[in-house]
């Protein structure tokens, strides 16, 4: 079974704090994800990665970047959060070969910023 | 461009009733269509996939989902509902020229006994 772990369940951190989410596949997938889940909005892709230190943006990248030092590790920061930072942060993980395109979740990290 | 529409944002059944949950999806190319589910503060677990073999895909859990290419629709059905299928439905879409995922906006599945 694919295995995507992620840091934190819960977190609460204060405005201007640097907040670092780290996910971690033990599948030796080439693609990892981060998205943001909010009310309303469906799921919304922050970053993506194809492989070590490769980044792509997504739709919304805007206050965050991303860190992938090793293929297995995937890590959002948050260099100063902010209020409208606070939401459910999803790592996903994916092989990127033909006839396999699903994402695999993390179970999620809540981040309230105060 | 992709994109994924999925009608109602909440649905309610009754435990024993037909589950239907509708996607309907637009893509320039031939897409690869999934359902994905969310249980309460968790992350999303994959039902079934389309990837351009049979029409009829069956997933997990009794549910599955008929691609019909006329209708651009991939509408996830169960025959029977039960309480535990109370939870968050995303349906999404990609192809073969990308890895992303494009994800619709979810329909929260309520089952009242």
């Known amino acids: 079974d694919v295995k995507v772990t992620q840091s934190s369940r819960y977190l609460v951190k204060r405005t201007g704090e640097k907040v670092f989410l780290e996910c971690v596949q033990d599948?030796?997938?080439?693609?990892m994800f981060w998205y943001r889940q909010d009310p309303g909005l469906g799921l919304r892709l922050i970053y993506f990665?194809?492989?070590?230190?490769?980044?792509e943006k997504g739709d919304i990248p805007e206050g965050y970047s991303v860190s992938r030092e090793k293929k297995e590790r995937f890590s959002l920061i948050l260099e100063s959060a902010s209020t409208n930072q606070t939401s459910m942060y999803l790592c996903?993980?994916?092989?990127?070969?033909?006839?396999?395109?699903?994402?695999?979740f993390g179970p999620g990290t809540r981040l309230t910023v105060t | 461009a992709q994109s994924v529409t999925q009608l109602g944002s909440h649905v309610s059944v009754s435990e024993g009733a037909l589950v239907l949950l509708r996607c309907n999806y637009s893509?320039?190319?031939?897409?690869?269509l999934f359902w994905y589910v969310q249980y309460p503060n968790q992350g999303l677990q994959l039902l079934l996939k389309?990837?351009?073999?049979?029409?009829l895909v069956k997933g997990i859990n009794g549910f599955e989902a008929e691609f019909k290419k006329s209708e651009t629709s991939f509408h996830l059905t169960k025959p029977s509902a039960h309480m535990s299928d109370a939870a968050e439905y995303f349906c999404?879409?990609?192809?073969?020229?990308?890895?992303?995922?494009?994800f619709g906006t979810g329909t929260r599945l309520q089952v009242f006994p």
């Open positions: 990665s194809y492989d070590v230190k490769m980044k």
């Open positions: 893509s320039s190319v031939p897409p690869y």
């Open positions: 389309y990837t351009s073999a049979a029409t």
């Open positions: 599948m030796d997938h080439e693609n």
């Open positions: 999404a879409v990609t192809s073969w020229n990308t890895d992303k995922l494009i």
């Open positions: 996903a993980s994916s092989s990127g070969t033909a006839n396999s395109y699903e994402q695999y």
